[in-house]
């Protein structure tokens, strides 16, 4: 291993040769427009990178295609709405996450739940 920094785009590949993974590199973080892949050649992930955390709209794909997770991430960990979907794409689970916890109402598996009140943004 050596003590360069990371910086500039980058590829990794699957042994079959089809795009593991793409992004940029900024001095030595993760940053920018990232994307990773099924080794099926499906697109799993998409969103963008800061700092080396995701940041800001994301979604994650099975590897059939179908949408599993859409969400928001703020510095790293999830923030505002969240939807997740089960293998056959029906809706699994959506609502509102602030501050690392559920809130406010939340469809979970055909039911409606109310957690506490969303914390307001000052």
């Known amino acids: 291993m050596t003590d360069e920094i990371k910086d500039g785009p980058y590829e990794t590949y699957w042994d ?37 955390e995701w940041d800001g709209p994301f979604v994650w794909y099975q590897d059939n295609g179908r949408l599993r997770l859409k969400g928001m991430y703020k510095d790293g960990d999830l ?23 559920w809130c406010g109402e939340w469809f979970l598996d055909g039911q409606t739940v109310i957690y506490p009140p969303c914390r307001e943004e000052v």
């Open 79 to 101: 923030d505002g709405l969240f939807e997740e979907y089960h293998e056959n794409g029906q809706l699994e689970s959506k609502g509102t996450i602030k501050d690392g916890g």
């Open 16 to 52: 079959n040769g089809r795009l593991r993974e793409k992004g940029t590199w900024k001095d030595g973080e993760l940053d920018g427009p990232y994307e990773e892949y099924h080794e099926n050649g499906q697109l799993e992930s998409k969103g963008t990178m800061k700092d080396g």
